[in-house]
Structures are given as structure tokens and as C-alpha cells.
């Protein structure tokens, strides 16, 4: 009783809300009291909350490895504007004297996210191995497992590397773990007495519709008689950077009334703040994003989301569709699937894996390399540029190579034999990886394509059972989208001011429109 | 793919960034090829470039747009080759044809290159736009006692630096405020009325974002290549009458003071010039340095191509000298090839190259 008291108090002192969300006080109690604990909450319900409040509340410092990059940053920005300032990210695209400054004061920090490449430096390993690592946080550890969405092979070196800190708690999270994955990430993480929390991932308050669509030019005919008819926040989400471009453009052009603006990985850091901050903020209404947008985007109402393009498997949709109605409100998830976007997601399968023909040339040129009495210098941008291949192919494919024992430590080592072997290896996996990403892209569009209840064929390779709502469940069980009632937020009549004007307003004249007094 | 990076170009001559390419293709005379013009863009500290940049008259241009890849720079070349622009040949040494001589000589004053001023500001003005946005945001939120807003530069020395300064203005942020509009008010008006707009609309305020780069390529009709040209110019336009008259602009020249300083480009040609002040030989800085002499003979020409004072009679002989500058006159390039085998056989490529940096420096003077 007592414990529960404080475990409420505190929350209310750091973080200013008054109450736990489901599943968090069962996942902070677990650790709390030293045990390790696995974690399965839905998209939106507030998973990092589990290790912010213990890594404010443990003697030590609370260590995060996190697989993306733009999450992590996100989350720091969140916390220091939130006053929880000893809170750091290392990654890879750290400035290196940023990054030295702060290894000189690791201990510093009550919280440390982590990119999995960095964690695999011994200078950082040592490093952390010398102050007092409390929890051992892996988030997104369906990454851990080869048949979860996003097999990351630098996740199976954990279990040795938390071996070397003085034995912290551990606590593993994740949005989608299928029962598989799920004893994967015991398994790999060798620690089988993991208590596990797993809440059901269904949201009643999205409904569901997917909409047969010919062609792109019949998709952005319906956006626009949506969104000439409704204002609502929004995010549609694209397969490239360059159609979320294109059509974020597009959309524009033919919507002056709606603010739109588009969001994806290769902005730079200044301007993807800038976008996120100002559909936050409530400055725009619509944003055609790739996959880089919203994860660690708190914003509770958006009301739609939209899938331009198919994704690639279902653990990502029902990620991305988690991002509405974060506020309980009914919102909408919709997908225009045209049949032959099939072959797009199809396409990002062959980028992100090297083919038979590149693998080959790799291993030539790395030979030709060995015999110059060549290692391999450079970053892996560059050497990816070097064999031809994308930056994912690169990864996988080094991954590989150190794993075959061909590549140790920049050092090419070579073997005819284990070579031969190491190359039919390969090859095999690589076959093997595109078979299980061609069965999960099967799945989504069997969903696309599902004649009977979209709820129920979604949630049920996840759980048993899913609550289903009262009214409006799918596009399968008699939702329309001409029956759509969203808020409609009354839009704000745009005045063109001068440059002299809008810095005036900026800089001075803020002082009289609602200064607190 | 290919296809559609093509329509980027649609309104064809308006980008900024081909311009450049035509310019620095006019302005290099020797047999080069692409990659040097490339390296010059992104400002690459490396010796061949510094004084191929000071060789060729491309000062303003160096390091003015440090986040070009490679590949867009390619596709550029090929489209500029398309259009018969340029020539390249099989070893990618490329030539201006005399349609895109036509071509420059049609657009070259609307692009108003001459307000860059690179290698002056190429290292100045990030640190400065950079300061400056995070200063405005910081000010008008606290101003309005916020204190919970995320920060629009999360670079950490960035913040790090506001930070600092932010502590020296605060309890008067209505008045900085003020100053601030004033001092940027009668800045921006010298700039014509699109930029000041373009600046204006990238500021972050309370509750109030500012435009990212591709919202603003978008608003103002500017191709999205050109975008981060546009405020590269316009910062270093504010740069250069910010230091014309600091006594004008207090508050703005005071988030640059520290950052001033820098003629050389590289550390460690600095570091060789503290040692040759010194009096210590090529070859001793390069054993104290563990450095090979090649590397300090690199040192030696970026100095003297900063420092026109620089006494180079220690590296060459009068008549070394003389007889490099007759070459220069008889066989008239710039080609270090060429000269090399246009003089006698112990001068060495090293000293050519010093009497090209200073009769450079000598020609800016001039």
C-alpha cells in the first residue's frame, strides 16, 4: 500500500501526471523490486514512461538501447523540456567532440539511450562498465528475434554485453511481439525467469477502412474530397520520401485552406523539429510522412491516419495506425490499396537485402581488397558506396561477415574454404530473409483484401481476443466513410502579412497578446 | 527514379546551384575535372582545394553548400552535359561550351552570385544562423515565462553557447527583444523584400514554429536545390554588413565575436605556421610533428595563400622565383604540369606552387 502511495507520488512530482496508464505500474513494480520483466503494451500507451520514472527512482543510472535513432532523440528533447535534464542519446551521428565530452561524465546521467551499433564500441562498453548501471532497458525487443518485424542482428549481442555491468534488471519492451518472438527475447536474453506483462494491443477506438482504389490519381481525387470537406489533424503515410514530397505538393496545390507540409528521414535535424513541433503546435493540420514520422510523437488527436501505399507487413501498420486517438476519440485508419502496389513494398524487401549477383561482387572486390593487403576504411556510408550497394545491404551483409569470421575488426580474413562456405551461408539466409518478409507482406495484403471483419483479421495473429466496438468497427461491418462525423475544428483565416509585420509580432508585439500576468 | 529527379528541373534555368557550376566552369581554366569543382562547394579542407579556390577566383563560393552528396552533384554535371552547357570527356575533365559561355553571360547578374562570400563565411555562418534561432526562440518563450518548448538546434555546443549568453540578458528579455527587432529591422531592409521574408519565416517564436527549408522552397516557388542556397546568401549578406559596422548591430555582432577569428582553414597548418614563426626547419617541424614533408610543404602554401606578407624567399630563390613567373607569362596556365616542364629540373612542384599562391594573393590585392 505504502509502495503504491509513493510509486504515484513520484509520478505525480516528475512527471506531473496523476495516474498510470494500463500496464505501466505493473511493469515499474516488476523492476522496482529487482526483477526482470518483459513488457507487451500497445503503440501510444506510454511504454517509455516504464524506464523515465525507475531511471528517476533507482540509486544509478539506467541504461535504454533503442534502435532509432530519431526516436531517441525525441524523447530526450521531450524530457529536457520537461525539466528531466540528466538525460542523454549516443549515437553514431553524435558530433565526436559532443560525444567525447559526455563519455568524460557518463555517471552524470541518470538515463542514457543508446543506439545498439554504438553499445557493440569497447571504448563505450568499458566506459559504462565503470559506473553503477541500475536497469538494462531494450526497447523494441521484438528486434531480437529473426521473425520479428525488424530482426536487428546487433540485439543477440546483448546478453554478453549486459553480462559486463554489475548485473542490472532488465526490462524489455515492445508494441508487437507475437508469442514466438516473445520466448525469443528470454531466450536471447538468458534471463528465463523474465516475469512477463503482456496487455492486449487492440484499440477500440480506431475504426478501420480500406478503400479498393485504381490508381494514385484516383487516391489524391478522394484525399481531396475528403479534406475539402473536413479539417482534422492528420498523417499520411507514403512508401518513399519522394511521393510524400511530391503529393505533400500536390495536396497543397489543390487544398489551399489546409496546412500541409511533409516529414521524412533525409530532412535535416533542424527541419524535421520544425515540422513536428508545428503540427504539435497545432500550425498545420496534414502531414505526408514516411515511417520516420511519429514514433515518439505525443500528440492525442490526431483523428486519421492514411496509408497511401501498402505497408510491408502488419506490425508496422498497426503501429502506425496507433498513432490516432491517442485520446480516446473515435479516429479513422484508412487504406487505399490498389492492387499492384503490391509490388513496392516488394521492391524495399530486395533494397533492404543484398542480391545473389551483389553478394558475389562483394565478396570479389573483398578478396581483391585482401590481396592488396587492404582493410576496410572508411564509415559505413562510404563503404557501402564502395560495393555498390545501399546502406541496410551494407549492414546486413558486414553483419554477416563478422559473423562468418571473413571480416574481424576492419581486417579482411581470408580462407578459400570458409569462404566458400561462409558464401553459400549467406546466400542461404538471404533467401531465407526474403521468404519471411514476402510472408509478412502476404498477411498485409490478405488484410487489404479481407472480405469479413478487418478488427478481427488484424488482431488475431497478435491475441486471443480484442474488444470490439459498439458501433463503426470497419469498413467490413458497415462503416462508410460518408457517415464520418469527425470535430470539425473551425480553421483559423490566414492573413498574408508583410515581413516587418510578422517580426514585429514575433520579437515585440507578443507582449500584448497573452502575456501571463 | 532517374526519371522523375529530372522533373525537379522543370522551370529548367532558374537553379541557382547549375549557375554555380557554369561559373566555377568559366572560371577554371586548366584541365580539371568535376570532382575539383565539387570539393570547392563543399568546402573540402584539403590543399589542392584552397588553392584551386584562391588560383581561380572562387572565394566566395568555397564551402557554400556543404550538404551536397555526391550523387545530386553527378546527376547536376550530366544534366548541365545534356543541355551542352558543359563538356565532359572519358577522364571527367570538363569545359564550358560556348552555349553555356551564351548562358552565363544572360543570367549571371540575376543569380547575384557575388553576395556570397564563402571562404570568409563558410565556417561563420551556421554558427551564427544557428545562434541566432536558437537565441530568438529562447528569448521570446522565456519572455512569456516558458521554460518547456523544444529547442529548434539541438546541436549541444550550439545550445550550450545561447545558453551561456542567454544567462547575460536574462531578467531583460522585453528590452533585448527590442533591440533585437530593431538591429534585424534595419538589417533585413537592406535585403530585398523576398529574402527578408524568406529569414522572417524561418524564425521560431513562442508557440510558434518557423518554416523548415522545404516549406519555404514551396512558399516562395524557389527550387528545393536552391532553397539552402538562398540562406546561405542571405546569412552571409547579414554577416557582411553585421561586421561592416558592429557598432550598428551590438546584440547580433555579439553572438559572433567569439566565432570570428579564423583565417586559416585548416588546424594544422595553423600549428605549422606557429613553428615556422619560430624559425624551426621544414624538416625538423615534420619529424616533431610526425608529419611527412609533403604535408608541411602543403602548410606552407595554404599560409601564403592567407598571408600575403609570408616571406616565401626561404622556399624559393629570386631566380627560382623569376623563372616561374616567366613561365607562367610564356606558357599561360595555371597548370602545374605544364610549368613544371617549363622550368628547369630542381624546381620542385612545391615551389611552384608557393609562387602561384602569392602572385594570387598579390592579384586579390590588386
Known amino acids: 500500500m505504502i509502495e503504491q502511495y509513493t510509486l504515484e507520488k513520484s509520478l505525480q512530482q516528475h512527471f506531473g501526471y496523476s495516474e498510470f496508464r494500463i500496464g505501466q505500474k505493473e511493469i515499474i513494480e516488476e523492476v522496482m523490486k529487482g526483477n526482470d520483466v518483459l513488457g507487451v503494451l500497445p503503440t501510444g500507451s506510454g511504454k517509455s514512461l516504464c524506464y523515465q520514472l525507475p531511471a528517476k527512482l533507482l540509486t544509478g543510472t539506467t541504461i535504454v538501447v533503442s534502435p532509432l535513432i530519431s526516436l531517441m532523440i525525441d524523447q530526450v528533447n521531450q524530457l529536457r523540456a520537461n525539466q528531466f535534464k540528466s538525460v542523454v542519446a549516443l549515437n553514431s551521428f553524435m558530433d565526436p ?56 542482428p546487433d540485439y543477440l549481442k546483448l546478453s554478453t554485453i549486459i553480462r559486463k555491468f554489475n548485473n542490472p534488471a532488465i526490462m524489455a519492451l515492445s508494441a508487437t511481439a507475437t508469442k514466438d518472438v516473445q520466448n525469443d527475447i528470454v531466450h536471447y536474453l538468458e534471463r528465463p525467469n523474465m516475469v512477463k506483462h503482456i496487455f492486449p494491443i487492440d484499440r477500440e477506438n480506431i475504426i478501420f477502412s480500406v ?58 535535424q533542424m527541419d524535421r523539429i520544425a515540422v513536428q513541433q508545428q503540427f504539435m503546435n497545432g500550425q498545420l493540420d496534414i502531414i505526408c510522412c514516411t515511417s520516420a514520422f511519429g514514433m515518439g510523437i505525443n500528440k492525442s488527436n490526431i483523428r486519421l491516419i492514411v496509408h497511401f501505399h501498402l505497408p510491408s507487413q502488419l506490425e508496422s501498420y498497426i503501429q502506425e495506425v496507433g498513432r490516432a486517438g491517442r485520446d480516446g476519440n473515435p479516429s479513422l485508419a484508412l487504406l487505399l490499396y490498389t492492387e499492384t502496389d503490391a509490388f513496392l513494398p516488394k521492391g ?98 490478405g488484410w487489404a483484401e479481407e472480405e469479413n471483419c478487418l478488427r478481427e483479421y488484424l488482431y488475431q495473429h497478435f491475441q486471443d481476443s480484442f474488444k470490439r466496438p459498439a458501433d463503426k468497427c470497419c469498413s467490413n461491418c458497415g462503416f462508410s466513410l460518408s457517415i464520418l462525423e469527425p470535430a470539425h475544428v473551425p480553421h483559423v483565416k490566414r492573413i498574408n502579412l508583410s515581413w516587418q509585420e510578422k517580426l514585429r509580432n514575433l520579437l515585440i508585439a507578443g507582449d500584448d497578446n497573452g502575456k501571463p500576468t | 527514379m532517374k526519371r522523375d529527379n529530372i522533373s525537379i528541373y522543370k522551370g529548367d534555368w532558374k537553379l541557382l546551384i547549375e549557375g554555380l557550376i ?74 564550358l561550351t560556348s552555349q553555356g559561355d551564351r548562358w552565363l553571360l544572360e543570367h549571371e547578374s540575376r543569380l547575384a552570385l557575388n553576395h556570397f562570400n564563402g571562404l570568409s563565411y563558410h565556417a561563420l555562418a551556421p554558427v551564427f544562423s ?34 551561456s549568453f542567454y544567462k547575460t540578458l536574462k531578467w531583460n528579455e522585453t528590452t533585448y527583444l527590442h533591440y533585437l527587432h530593431d538591429e534585424l529591422h534595419t538589417l533585413l531592409s537592406m535585403l530585398p523584400d523576398k529574402e527578408a521574408s524568406i529569414f522572417v519565416d524561418r524564425l521560431t517564436g513562442y508557440r510558434s514554429y518557423g518554416k523548415s527549408m522545404q516549406q519555404l522552397a514551396y512558399r516562395y516557388q524557389i527550387p528545393s536545390m536552391d532553397i539552402k ?9 547579414m554577416l557582411s554588413v553585421i561586421q561592416s559596422k558592429p557598432t550598428d548591430y551590438q546584440l547580433l555582432h555579439a553572438i559572433i565575436q567569439d566565432a570570428e577569428q579564423r583565417s586559416f582553414i585548416t588546424e594544422s597548418a595553423k600549428h605549422t605556421h606557429h613553428l615556422l614563426q619560430r624559425h624551426y626547419s621544414v624538416e625538423t617541424i615534420a619529424a616533431m610533428r610526425k608529419l611527412k614533408r609533403n604535408t608541411i610543404y602543403d602548410h606552407i602554401v595554404e599560409i601564403a595563400l592567407v598571408d600575403s606578407t609570408f616571406p616565401v624567399s626561404s622556399f624559393v630563390t629570386d631566380e627560382q622565383y623569376n623563372e616561374i613567373i616567366e613561365a607562367i607569362e610564356r606558357t599561360k596556365t595555371y597548370s602545374l604540369k605544364q610549368l613544371k616542364d617549363a622550368v628547369a629540373d630542381e624546381i620542385s612542384y612545391f615551389q611552384i606552387r608557393l609562387v602561384l599562391a602569392t602572385i594570387k594573393t598579390k592579384k586579390v590585392k590588386s
Open chain 2, 229 to 237: 542556397l538562398v540562406w546561405t546568401c542571405i546569412i552571409h549578406r
Open chain 1, 211 to 268: 478503400k479498393q482504389i485504381n490508381d494514385d490519381q484516383e487516391k489524391i481525387k478522394l484525399l481531396v474530397k475528403l479534406f475539402s470537406r473536413y479539417t482534422f489533424p492528420a498523417l499520411i503515410y507514403f512508401s518513399s520520401r519522394q511521393s510524400a514530397e511530391v503529393t505533400a505538393n500536390l495536396l497543397q496545390g489543390k487544398l489551399p485552406d489546409q496546412r500541409i507540409a511533409f516529414y521524412h528521414g533525409g530532412m535535416d
Open chain 1, 348 to 445: 524495399l524487401i530486395k533494397k533492404e537485402l543484398p542480391s545473389i549477383n551483389q553478394l558475389s561482387f562483394v565478396f570479389q572486390q573483398l578478396k581483391q581488397l585482401y590481396e592488396n593487403g587492404q582493410a576496410l576504411n572508411g564509415n559505413s556510408l562510404e563503404l557501402a558506396e564502395m560495393f555498390q550497394l545501399s546502406e541496410i545491404q551494407w549492414r546486413f551483409l558486414h553483419n554477416q561477415l563478422e559473423k562468418h569470421g571473413m571480416i574481424v575488426k576492419n581486417q579482411i580474413v581470408y580462407h578459400r574454404e570458409r569462404w566458400r562456405q561462409g558464401f553459400a551461408a549467406i546466400r542461404d539466409y538471404i533467401e531465407e530473409r526474403v521468404l519471411f518478409k514476402d510472408r509478412k507482406l502476404a498477411e498485409m495484403i
Open chain 1, 97 to 152: 567532440n559532443e560525444r567525447r565530452q559526455v563519455y568524460r561524465k557518463l555517471y552524470d546521467y541518470d538515463l542514457i539511450y543508446v543506439s545498439p551499433e554504438l553499445l557493440q564500441q569497447e571504448e563505450l562498453i568499458m566506459l559504462l562498465e565503470n559506473i553503477n548501471v541500475c536497469l538494462f532497458v531494450i526497447d523494441e525487443a521484438h528486434c531480437i528475434s529473426q521473425w520479428g518485424h525488424e530482426f536487428r
Open chain 2, 22 to 95: 557554369l561559373k566555377c566552369c568559366e572560371q577554371i581554366k586548366a584541365r580539371r575535372t568535376t570532382a575539383a569543382i565539387f570539393h570547392i562547394l563543399t568546402g573540402k579542407k584539403s590543399i589542392q582545394t584552397v588553392q584551386d579556390t584562391h588560383l581561380y577566383d572562387l572565394a566566395l563560393f568555397y564551402g557554400i553548400d556543404k550538404s551536397l552528396r555526391k550523387n545530386t552533384f553527378h546527376e547536376l554535371i550530366r544534366h548541365l552535359e545534356q543541355k551542352a552547357l558543359i563538356s565532359v570527356d572519358e577522364s571527367s575533365c570538363f569545359q
Open chain 2, 130 to 163: 544557428e545562434r541566432l534561432l536558437l537565441l530568438v526562440q529562447i528569448l521570446t518563450n522565456s519572455s512569456m515565462q516558458n521554460y518547456s518548448f523544444i529547442p529548434i538546434v539541438d546541436k549541444k555546443t550550439v545550445q550550450v553557447w545561447v545558453k
